[in-house]
């Protein structure tokens, strides 16, 4: 994972870890939930002097990608006025993932509607934590973008 360092404005460009998760059923259960990986570059504003120019190890969860994604499916639950509405979209969620693991400034990037919004927010603030990410053999702060795909 690189960081372009911006010292002029105090803001990084790091490439968030995005995994996409298809919720589907109402149940927050999906069949047919997939997981796919891209590096885009994200500028992310940390609001300290932290400087990035390299991440050695990005951030995982307890268990790694599938554990996060089943974690995922098994707490993420199909608002019921947004299936009535037959509400549908991708809702794309960016956090940052501490250096003692935490998750803060969880952000909506892309929205589709409050409903299901709210819906993503609310189970990314109840994430535990992560094993941090690693930059000069040190814990680093990492940003990391979710798109969850909500489709009846």
Request: proline fraction near 7%.
């Amino acid at each position: 994972m690189k960081a372009v360092d911006n010292a002029d404005d105090n803001t990084e460009k790091i490439a968030a870890q995005t995994s996409e998760l298809l919720v589907g059923n109402g149940e927050g259960q999906a069949e047919d939930a997939h997981v796919t990986e891209a590096l885009p570059q994200t500028p992310a504003s940390l609001g300290d002097s932290l400087v990035l120019t390299t991440v050695e190890k990005i951030p995982e969860f307890p268990g790694g990608i599938v554990e996060f994604m089943k974690w995922l499916t098994a707490n993420l639950k199909y608002p019921e006025a947004a299936r009535r509405g037959r509400i549908e979209g991708k809702v794309v969620v960016s956090f940052i993932i501490n250096k003692d693991g935490s998750i803060a400034s969880p952000k909506i990037q892309r929205s589709v509607n409050p409903i299901l919004d709210n819906e993503a927010l609310r189970v990314v603030k109840m994430m535990p934590h992560w094993k941090p990410g690693i930059s000069n053999a040190k814990p680093c702060r990492t940003m990391f973008a979710i798109p969850i795909v909500f489709k009846i």
